[in-house]
């Protein structure tokens, strides 16, 4: 990982070359650097940073995730990694989730492909330019997106004789 | 548990088999009569229903479908295949790979919503009589799995014969469901389930299988 003042340095120059709006800020947690990405600049910003100098140039994952109370709600990760460099980056963007929509990066990054699907799948997460944005896993008819945190669980009620009182004559 | 060994010919002195043959070639040239003719049929038929007969040829050959699920799949696979469970022994280790040549489709491990359809479309392709044990937590109830992937115990889309507990069941549970399952099959074969499940029409007929010209045109 970069230090904070790398990332500091990273960050600057992407803001050099893409303008000041690309780069919303950095983070610096446990080590780990972290540079918040506006959505629309999302395809650029990873585009410049695996053809810059010190160049990141493995896509590792894409996530998604889902920060139910703040605004905007849903956020998709990106890890980078220099293999030469032994050295990790993680951009990370939010949107929100009334429309959520992303520039695919499987031009820069073909393995993108299957990570991008899967968070479409599980946040409904949609990338523009994306060539076949399928669900991965549930299957092809399955309304809903399952890992938003506002989709219920499912499951069934299980009775113990602890929670008997919840299911009044059960026994009927 | 005490192991008592009963003769096959009801305690008499084993006969030489020289004996025996000269028997028969009497029985042949119908030179034997009276008390040795019946004593001679006596030990050799056996009279019963013929649906007994035909449950007791079910039972104990019992094709297994090949088919694994998640992870009660590796402990089936050690009690069909296994010589130290030895399947053999209750007529059921002839594993079949394909649903037209099997019977009895064993649930090994949890069953995702996107496997229930292929579930039952082996389950509508074996051929009757067929029976299905549902193997663990997971296939039974879907144990820990309370969540949108999996679906809530196999028996919302197919008649389930039998569950066996456990996760996973150890082999001399399964074992022991299987040989529940024998007993059923000896007592009542299907125990009415297609009044059950309102499953009727999904027996296959003569005339809803592909036709050969149909196939040519």
Redesign the interface.
């Known amino acids: 990982m970069p230090d904070a003042t790398g990332l500091e340095l990273i960050a600057q120059a992407v803001r050099a070359e893409l303008g000041d709006e690309a780069v919303v800020g950095t983070s610096f947690f446990r080590e780990q650097a972290t540079l918040q990405v506006a959505p629309e600049r999302l395809h650029d910003v990873i585009g410049y940073l695996r053809q810059a100098d010190e160049p990141w140039d493995t896509l590792m994952s894409v996530h998604g995730c889902d920060y139910l109370p703040e605004e905007p709600r849903l956020g998709i990760h990106y890890e980078l990694l220099s293999m030469e460099r032994v050295d990790r980056l993680r951009v990370k963007t939010r949107v929100g989730v009334d429309d959520p929509r992303v520039p695919s990066v499987v031009d820069l990054f073909a393995g993108a492909n299957f990570h991008e699907r899967e968070v479409f799948d599980m946040f409904g997460v949609e990338f523009d330019g994306h060539p076949d944005l399928r669900r991965l896993?549930?299957?092809e008819d399955?309304v809903g997106y399952?890992q938003r945190r506002d989709?219920?669980?499912?499951?069934?009620p299980?009775m113990f004789t602890f929670n008997e009182h919840k299911y009044p004559r059960w026994y009927d | 548990m005490e192991v008592t060994r009963t003769p096959v010919n009801g305690g008499r002195a084993p006969q030489d088999l020289r004996v025996r043959q000269l028997r028969a070639q009497q029985m042949l040239r119908d030179e034997s009569a009276g008390k040795d003719l019946d004593e001679y049929v006596e030990e050799r038929l056996l009279f019963t229903k013929l649906e007994t007969a035909q449950n007791w040829a079910r039972k104990n050959c019992l094709f297994p479908l090949g088919f694994g699920l998640a992870c009660c799949a590796i402990e089936m696979i050690t009690v069909i295949g296994s010589p130290r469970n030895d399947l053999a022994r209750f007529g059921a280790e002839a594993i079949r790979f394909t649903p037209r040549q099997a019977d009895l489709l064993i649930l090994s491990g949890r069953v995702s919503?996107?496997m229930a359809p292929i579930i039952r479309r082996l389950y509508d392709q074996m051929l009757e009589p067929k029976w299905v044990i549902a193997m663990g937590a997971c296939s039974s109830?879907?144990g820990m799995?309370?969540?949108?992937?999996v679906v809530?115990g196999a028996d919302k889309f197919l008649p389930v014969d039998i569950y066996v507990p456990g996760c996973p069941p150890r082999p001399e549970a399964l074992i022991y469901g299987i040989m529940k399952l024998q007993d059923k099959i000896m007592g009542t074969p299907d125990m009415g389930w297609r009044e059950r499940y309102n499953a009727y029409g999904t027996e296959e007929k003569p005339e809803t299988a592909i036709a050969p010209e149909a196939e040519l045109a």
């Open positions: 896993l549930m299957p399955y399952p989709f219920p669980l499912g499951g069934e299980v | 919503i996107k109830t879907a799995f309370s969540n949108y992937a809530q």
